[in-house]
């Protein structure tokens, strides 16, 4: 089971009633956020699902509406206890970015280890069996669009593993990924488990254009979080200029890459009734939600 929060749906600069956009994402005890703008502590903390177990911080780019919050938020995860490290990853010039914001926030009780991503770069972060990737998107500056996997074991095939006369106390062990060894035997998970069940993937892209690689990089997707800067096909020109994605094109990629599911989100300060183009949007991918501050789910694995 995968726990998905979008913290807040506003693009460009909070508003009263509208938090900047950022995901939370929950995985066996631990939190992972991508974006961080001003005020995404403040959302967090609305939601309540603490601050000690971020494990990772993914940073889309450096707009200050995606990052600027990210002293405040290592401070306040710094007071709910947190020793352990704590991994942020980012494009290119993470370093940089990180060390002139944590002039304000020098001393933290934990270390932090920075990632700068350059390319599209396949699981780099992986823990019990999730992992995250990235691709490059289209924005004005660098950009990158990221994923949740959660890969889910094949089944356990106690048959297999009576007719192997391998002793019931170590089942477990097996079916969580381990090997055996029972004096010169040695006994692997692929000996006992069926082929690998679908497991669950969420994507989430904001301020880009549409590009040649989302499509496949959102294929299949459970849930599929994406930018909706303009409501309005006529304002093409002012995405194209300022490198956004329309509500139509969000809409029409989600289809193309046959996700279950798309959150719009990350709206413009000017679009004050984003819900006034859900028909309109409907029309070319039916199960559209207009998303909104705090708005959460769990994905289950199939079956």
Request: with cysteine.
């Amino acid at each position: 089971m995968l726990d998905v929060a979008l913290l807040g749906t506003g693009g460009m600069m909070p508003l009263p009633n509208r938090f900047l956009t950022s995901l939370l994402c929950r995985y066996k005890g631990r939190l992972i956020l991508i974006d961080c703008g001003e005020g995404t502590q403040v959302t967090m903390k609305m939601l309540g699902w603490g601050f000690k177990d971020v494990a990772l911080i993914c940073i889309t780019h450096f707009h200050a509406d995606h990052i600027s919050g990210l002293p405040g938020m290592l401070l306040t995860i710094g007071n709910s206890g947190r020793t352990e490290e704590l991994v942020i990853a980012g494009p290119k010039g993470l370093k940089k970015v990180f060390n002139g914001l944590m002039i304000i926030a020098p001393e933290l009780p934990f270390d932090v280890k920075l990632v700068e991503i350059e390319n599209d770069f396949e699981d780099f972060f992986e823990f019990d069996g999730l992992s995250l990737s990235a691709v490059k998107a289209d924005h004005l500056i660098t950009c990158f669009a990221y994923a949740l996997n959660v890969r889910r074991k094949g089944k356990f095939d106690a048959e297999r593993a009576k007719k192997l006369n391998i002793p019931k106390e170590f089942w477990s062990v097996l079916q969580k990924g381990n090997d055996v060894v029972l004096g010169n035997d040695l006994y692997k998970p692929e000996m006992v488990l069926g082929e690998e069940r679908k497991g669950i993937k969420v994507c989430y892209c904001t301020d880009s254009r549409p590009f040649n690689n989302l499509v496949p990089f959102i294929e299949n997707a459970d849930l599929f979080v994406c930018e909706g800067m303009y409501g309005e096909d006529e304002k093409i020109d002012k995405a194209i200029e300022h490198k956004h994605i329309l509500f139509s094109e969000s809409a029409k990629a989600a289809a193309l890459g046959n996700v279950r599911e798309l959150w719009l989100t990350h709206f413009s300060p000017a679009l004050t009734e984003p819900e006034s183009f859900l028909d309109f949007v409907k029309n070319i991918f039916p199960n559209t939600v207009i998303g909104y501050d705090r708005m959460n789910k769990s994905i289950l694995f199939e079956n």
